[in-house]
């Protein structure tokens, strides 16, 4: 099953069980996704959907943090339970060992000894890593290895 086919039989069953936060949620994935289609007139796959369901996760990470910064702990709560709706759908997370792995192996793939190469470093490692691990952290990992 599509992870697109998921969220919507997911949507369904939230109807069904009266889960209104989990709805909404669901709700806003959906109207994201087919904001997208709409835009880019494509059918979404699995690695696009994923690519949505990313980007809400880190706005409502960002959300959160300037929430608690303005002393607002229930609005930056209501963003957290967001998110725990949908993490789910994300593919199981990278260990740091793992992380570690990936990045090296893209490093001497990439034969890259220096920060002028950390764009095709990252090149390599998006695919590998998309949705399994914050980019951000990826990044400081890949720029603490060419570092030294």
Known sequence: MSLKAQINDDVKQAMRSGEKERLKTLRMITAAIKQREIDERVELDDAQVLAVVEKMIKQRRESADQYREADRPEL?????????????????????????????????????????????????????????????????????????
């Open 76 to 148: 930056a709560e209501a963003e957290e339970a967001e998110i725990r709706i949908l993490e789910p759908y994300l593919p199981e997370q990278l260990s740091e060992d793992e992380l570690v792995e990936i990045v090296d192996k893209a490093i001497a793939e990439a034969g890259a000894s220096e920060m002028s190469a950390m764009g095709q470093v990252m090149g390599l490692l998006k695919p590998r890593v998309q949705g399994r691990a914050d980019m951000g952290e990826v990044s400081r990992l890949v720029r603490s290895r060419l570092a030294g």
